[in-house]
């Protein structure tokens, strides 16, 4: 059983950064796909950022050019790093891990593991 303990959410002013942090147990997490997704209020989850075994990212377009996602196999962790926060970043942001070899795009995954998400609120 794998636990994804989500850090680094609060409120920013439209403009600020933050860095989310996602905390993985188990032995095996350089194998892990991982993905981060967000949940604004009525909205559905929608993946926003994802990282390979051999760290090739990929980004939803909304946040190309100011999100920036990596991994440190040593500390079992995924980062989010968030800049140009925009009000409409609010939302709950999740992390999530993929332990299987499926080549299907971010989206499209099965992921086995979530974490319990932190919240993030822009102001404007």
């Known amino acids: 059983q794998v636990q994804l303990i989500e850090s680094g959410g609060g409120l920013v002013q439209a403009g600020g950064s933050l860095r989310l942090s996602c905390a993985a147990s188990g032995r095996t997490f350089s194998s892990y796909f991982m993905g981060w997704f967000r949940q604004a209020p009525g909205k559905e989850r929608v993946i926003v950022a994802a990282?390979?075994?051999?760290?090739?990212?990929t980004y939803a377009d909304s946040v190309k050019g100011r999100f920036t996602i990596s991994r440190d196999n040593a500390k079992n962790t995924v980062y989010l790093q968030m800049n140009n926060l925009k009000p409409e970043d609010t939302a709950v942001y999740f992390c999530?891990?993929?332990?299987?070899?499926?080549?299907?795009?971010?989206?499209?995954?099965?992921?086995?593991?979530w974490g319990q998400g932190t919240q993030v609120t822009v102001s404007s």
């Open positions: 990282i390979s075994r051999s760290s090739i990212s």
């Open positions: 999530a891990a993929d332990p299987s070899r499926s080549l299907q795009a971010p989206a499209m995954r099965r992921y086995d593991y």
